[in-house]
T-cell receptor, first 111, second 114 residues
Framework: DQQVKQNSPSLSVQEGRISILNCDYT??????FLWYKKYPAEGPTFLIS?????DKNEDGRFTVFLNKSAKHLSLHIVPSQPGDSAVYFC??????????FGTGTSLTVIP | SAVISQKPSRDICQRGTSLTIQCQVD?????MFWYRQQPGQSLTLIAT?????????ESGFVIDKFPISRPNLTFSTLTVSNMSPEDSSIYLC???????????FGPGTRLTVT
């Protein structure tokens, strides 16, 4: 049973425009959400996170939005840069003891 | 941040054989995690390895198939035993990071079983 879903396997965006990556989850008990970025032949690297008690967290060009009623979170990248081209995974945690990852969205930023 | 290395980076193995994957961290850590990412699938936690105790396996994973060693605070191994083509995956180790629930991942081991 997939508790965290990323329904878009790929996304292409023009350089300078906004990239929006989406993630849905089913378990309302998740208390923390994270986004990871993965380049080929490398492991995922942490990008940004948000606690379930918040609805927005911003770090430079990256903003994560959480809509608990819809069980939905999104990652906004503004402006998008070619170096942002990677696979992005969302993840959800239950008290830090269990982690559930989505299947990833491959972002391509076109120069 | 922790620097994590894994060996081998990739391997092609025959059905029925076993492969041991090594994970080395540049600092001492209490908990290490082993994940699997099958083609087109999400990262799935196999087990949590604490130094000095038995690994804790997630549902669907058993010690006979995926034995884990954790001899010290910087090193762990995962063995994939009696392999079948369904074991073809990327295997990643990770450790807890600085932020809440954040993890640092190794580069992964790409395993292909023929």
């Amino acid at each position: 049973d997939q508790q965290v879903k990323q329904n878009s396997p790929s996304l292409s965006v023009q350089e300078g425009r906004i990239s929006i990556l989406n993630c849905d989850y089913t378990n309302s008990m998740f208390d923390y959400f994270l986004w990871y970025k993965k380049y080929p032949a490398e492991g995922p690297t942490f990008l940004i996170s948000i606690s379930s008690i918040k609805d927005k967290n911003e770090d430079g060009r990256f903003t994560v939005f959480l809509n608990k009623s819809a069980k939905h979170l999104s990652l906004h990248i503004v402006p998008s840069q070619p170096g942002d081209s990677a696979v992005y995974f969302c993840a959800a945690s239950l008290t830090g003891n269990q982690f559930y990852f989505g299947t990833g969205t491959s972002l391509t930023v076109i120069p | 941040s922790a620097v994590i290395s894994q060996k081998p980076s990739r391997d092609i193995c025959q059905r029925g054989t076993s492969l041991t994957i090594q994970c080395q961290v540049d600092s001492q850590v209490t908990m290490m995690f082993w994940y699997r990412q099958q083609p087109g699938q999400s990262l799935t936690l196999i087990a949590t390895a604490n130094q000095g105790s038995e690994a804790t396996y997630e549902s669907g994973f058993v010690i006979d198939k995926f034995p884990i060693s954790r001899p010290n605070l910087t090193f762990s191994t995962l063995t994939v035993s009696n392999m079948s083509p369904e074991d073809s995956s990327i295997y990643l180790c990770s450790v807890v990071g600085q932020g809440p629930y954040e993890q640092y991942f190794g580069p992964g081991t790409r395993l292909t079983v023929t």
